[in-house]
């Protein structure tokens, strides 16, 4: 157990937050290049966020953002919640912590050569086990939470494909049952569950939006097909009904709140999935407040849901606008407002109550132009909740 760093273990890290940000991306890359020898390690990230280099730079913006929160950690609970979520759905162990922190360690050491002082290797050994102790004790608490939920479990419960369905001529929705006929966890609208995936390419992990209300009989994912990605093309080509998957239990934080407060659903592309789930929960529950469903799709042909959204938004008494990047125009579903071209802040901003939260899902690049937007715009930072599929670079932003 790591104790509370003291003044001098505190001033040394702050101290090496320069070398962090010219060094950050290396020593992370570095880091990952000595924890991915390992296959069980390997199997709990994306190849793809590795080969783009997403995933050394999210963990080098989190660890700079550490070094300069290092004497008010409090400022990073909901970046250390957020972690602990996507742990627990990777069912990440405390004996794995070790592992992680000496490839840090070492990372630093090679990347920062004679600069990484004997001083400034023990003072990160120390800021790495007080980090390390605060993961691990709140992963428990989620853990136990979920074993302790009903319909709930830890670590991996196997799972049938009972249904497919195709949405689009991308999009695949497949419906999971339990194997062992008992009920699951409910859900909270707009958390995603961790696939463990055995292929004859190696094992994979994997975390899908949950795109269906929450329910005792089953969950539902909605799985697009994305260039080279090995999983989605194993999911729409390699697992018919009837495959059993394994799946941790429901995760993250990106979750509906409940309240009166005008509602805006706001996506692009596959981000349309955790929407689904919070207007569907929303339609169930007869809800009054104002709700606006807001997505944005290339072409009539990437256009997955649109019967649903029109059902489950009838009930809500939901506005919807679908945008098609293309210009095209959508004749046929006349019960939507329906625009041309590229969806902004400003749109939103113009056509959404300034007091509404906005939940928004998509693309990195769409998620950042339009959350920023609408901070320009003035709409506070607490009413914007977003989720990314992969990992997240303001994770740990400061």
């Not at 790591?2 to 273990?9: F, G, R």
């Not at 970046?79 to 070790?98: D, S, W």
């Not at 390390?132 to 853990?143: F, P």
Request: some cysteine; aromatic content about 6%; hydrophobic content about 40%.
């Amino acid at each position: 157990m790591s104790h509370p760093l003291d003044a001098a273990t505190i001033a040394t890290i702050k101290a090496t937050i320069p070398a962090l940000e010219a060094h950050g991306v290396d020593i992370t890359a570095c880091m990952y290049r000595k924890l991915l020898s390992d296959p069980q390690i390997a199997a709990m990230f994306n190849e793809t966020d590795q080969q783009n280099g997403r995933q050394p730079r999210a963990l080098a913006m989190a660890v700079l953002a550490y070094a300069k929160n290092i004497d008010n950690l409090g400022a990073l609970g909901g970046a250390v919640e957020r972690i602990a979520q996507k742990h627990t759905g990777l069912n990440v162990r405390p004996e794995q912590y070790p592992i992680v922190g000496k490839a840090l360690l070492a990372a630093i050491s090679e990347t920062l050569g004679d600069a990484a002082t004997p001083v400034i290797m023990d003072a990160w050994a120390k800021a790495y086990g007080l980090l390390a102790d605060i993961l691990i004790g709140r992963e428990k608490t989620i853990y136990q939470e979920h074993a302790d939920a009903p319909g709930g479990w830890e670590g991996w419960r196997g799972f049938r494909i009972e249904k497919r369905i195709r949405e689009s001529d991308l999009v695949t929705s497949i419906i999971l049952v339990p194997t062992d006929g008992k009920p699951v966890m409910r859900h909270l609208p707009g958390q995603y569950l961790t696939l463990a995936i055995q292929t004859p390419q190696g094992s994979f992990r994997r975390n899908y939006s949950i795109s269906c209300a929450p329910n005792d009989t089953h969950y539902r994912i909605s799985v697009k097909r994305e260039a080279q990605g090995k999983i989605s093309d194993w999911l729409h080509d390699h697992a018919p009904e009837g495959t059993v998957i394994l799946l941790g239990a429901p995760a993250g934080d990106f979750t509906l709140k409940s309240g009166e407060t005008p509602l805006a659903l706001v996506s692009a592309g596959v981000g349309i999935t955790p929407m689904l789930s919070m207007l569907e929960t929303e339609a169930e529950k007869g809800a009054t407040r104002p709700i606006s469903f807001v997505h944005a799709t290339h072409s009539s042909e990437t256009l997955a849901f649109a019967e649903e959204v029109h059902q489950q938004a009838q009930t809500a008494r939901a506005h919807v606008t679908l945008f098609l990047t293309t210009g095209e125009n959508l004749p046929s579903l006349q019960p939507f407002r329906h625009e041309s071209g590229h969806m902004t802040a400003e749109w939103l901003a113009q056509n959404i109550p300034p007091n509404a939260d906005f939940y928004i899902c998509g693309p990195e690049s769409f998620q950042s132009d339009i959350i920023n937007g609408l901070l320009e715009r003035s709409i506070p930072a607490a009413r914007i909740h977003h989720e990314y599929f992969g990992p997240d670079e303001q994770m740990l932003a400061a």
